[in-house]
Structures are given as structure tokens and as C-alpha cells.
């Protein structure tokens, strides 16, 4: 089981979702998998300790959060948000409005939300789901995602959409904000700012990072499984 330290949990809670949620993420592609969704609930929790809220949801939202986006990623805040309605196991731990509100945290968290979270717990979730490993963990996520999504796409014109993705997430109008204060996302954010204002610069980094990746098969193959 999962340690969650300073952040006590319902044990059966924590049970039920760690054996039959956790391993539903085997369908998503890996960068909205499970290693995904441990990084964003340890993040949840420990922004949570600044807030005076229940664990259980926060846990419960940033657990929930990505389950629909094997299905459709364009609209996998609701689709999680379905899912988790039609989970009536979850149910028993909490009340009606309890409910009501991970529903719409789980909805609310989304980058490219045109509102804001109607809840510090859709707030709490959508700040820690801003996660930034790297710049280059950044560009690989974004390159394997148009290699998988986009194949017939010439190379040349999927690094000009790599850079493109990360300019309107993460440049100076991105549209990856967050609603609390987080220090860590805002640094990277500051980083990659810096990075992406040298267009010619950045293209040629991300030409680097896949030289990076194509010298090495494995390097591809595995990449997911470690971030």
C-alpha cells in the first residue's frame, strides 16, 4: 500500500482504489498512467496540508482525475468524472455532497479549463496535476505523443508541432496555469518560458532529445515506464 505520510487516509478507502482503480490506468496511454497518477495525489496531499479539507477527497479526486482519457482525451475531464459517478463501490465512503463535489474536481481539473475549479478541491487537484519532470522530459512526452497519434506526419513538421504544443502550454500565454500558489511548477514554468522565447534554439533542442532517443531504441521503448 501506498505510504502517505502526514496525510492520514481511509485505510479501506485507500485499499479499494490502490486494487481496483489504480490498475485502470493500464489503458491510458503511459504519460496519463499510473506513474502519472501517483506523482499528481502526492502533490494533491501535500498541498492539501496548507488547506483545511478532507484527505479523502482530495486523494479520492486526484486518483479519479485521468481514468476517461483512453477513451477520448479531448474530453477526459468528464468522462473520469462519468466513471466515477458509476462507481457505486467509492460511494460509501462519503455523502451525496461530498460526491457531488469530486465529481466537479474531477471535471474542473483540466489545463485548458475556461473556468475556474468551483471547489479549493478541484483547485488543489488542477495545481497538482501542473507537473514539469524536465524541458526534455517535456519535449519527449510531446514527440512520443504526435509519433503514436500523428504517424503519417513528416518529421520535420512533428518537431514544429512539439514546439508549438509547449509554447501554448507553457509560454508566456499557456494555458497550463495554476489557481494555488506552487513554487515548484512555478519555477520550471519560469524556466520554460526562458527557453521557448529563442524559437530557433528550442527547435534545435528537441531535434537533440529525439537524436537522443533514436540512438537508443530501449531509451523510446522504456521511456514511459520511468516518468
Known sequence: MQNIEENPINPELQNYIETEI?????????????????????????IAKEYEVNKNIVYTVAAYHDLGHYINPKIHEKLSAEIFMKDNKIKK???EEEIQTIKEAIVD?????????????????????RTIKSIDVSIKRAYIYYINNFPSIPKKERIQKVYEHLNDKYGPNGYAKTYLYDEEFEIAKKNFI??????????????????????????????????
Open 109 to 129: 481539473h483540466r489545463a485548458s479549463s475556461n473556468h475556474e475549479p468551483r471547489s479549493i478541491y478541484g483547485k488543489i487537484v488542477s495545481t497538482a496535476d
Open 22 to 46: 489504480f490498475p485502470l490506468y493500464t489503458r491510458n496511454e503511459a504519460s496519463h498512467g499510473i506513474n502519472h497518477i501517483h506523482t499528481v495525489i502526492n502533490r494533491s496531499l501535500n
Open 194 to 227: 526562458e527557453a521557448l522565447s529563442d524559437k530557433d534554439t528550442f527547435i534545435k533542442r528537441i531535434e537533440k532529445v529525439i537524436e537522443n532517443m533514436e540512438t537508443n531504441y530501449m531509451n523510446v521503448k522504456s521511456f514511459y515506464e520511468k516518468n
Open 93 to 95: 465512503w462519503f455523502t
